[in-house]
Nanobody, 121 residues
Framework: QVQLVESGGGLVQAGGSLRLSCAAS????????MGWYRQAPGKQRELVAD???????RYAESVKGQFTISRDNAKNTVYLQMDSLKPEDTAVYYC???????????????WGQGTQVTVSS
């Protein structure tokens, strides 16, 4: 069974940093794009950043230059380094990965359980 396990959220003051991690367990056949989404209270879930297996990245305009996404393919893990955090970055952050469970499987979206990031002013 494939699962995405997140860690690294918490409470931080404005201007501080946090690093989120998300590891895929269950030995999937392959993982294509991995990324992070966030959902603030009363708002829709939005893409924060993603990275494909080759290392190409995309960022939401609101976090460019502030957040950095990276991955370790050998560990099936994606990271999100968040610097200069602002109160408006407060949200539940969800890990996402497009995974082929077996060699004959099609690519499927998997989601982590979510981790709370709270930035105090």
């Amino acid at each position: 069974q494939v699962q995405l396990v997140e860690s690294g959220g918490g409470l931080v003051q404005a201007g501080g940093s946090l690093r989120l991690s998300c590891a895929a367990s269950g030995k999937p056949f392959s993982i294509d794009t991995m990324g992070w989404y966030r959902q603030a209270p009363g708002k829709q879930r939005e893409l924060v950043a993603d990275i494909n297996r080759g290392g190409s990245t995309r960022y939401a305009e609101s976090v460019k230059g502030q957040f950095t996404i990276s991955r370790d393919n050998a560990k099936n893990t994606v990271y999100l380094q968040m610097d200069s955090l602002k109160p408006e970055d407060t949200a539940v952050y969800y890990c996402n990965a497009k995974i082929r469970r077996y060699y004959y499987s099609s690519s499927t979206d998997y989601w982590g359980q979510g981790t709370q990031v709270t930035v105090s002013s």
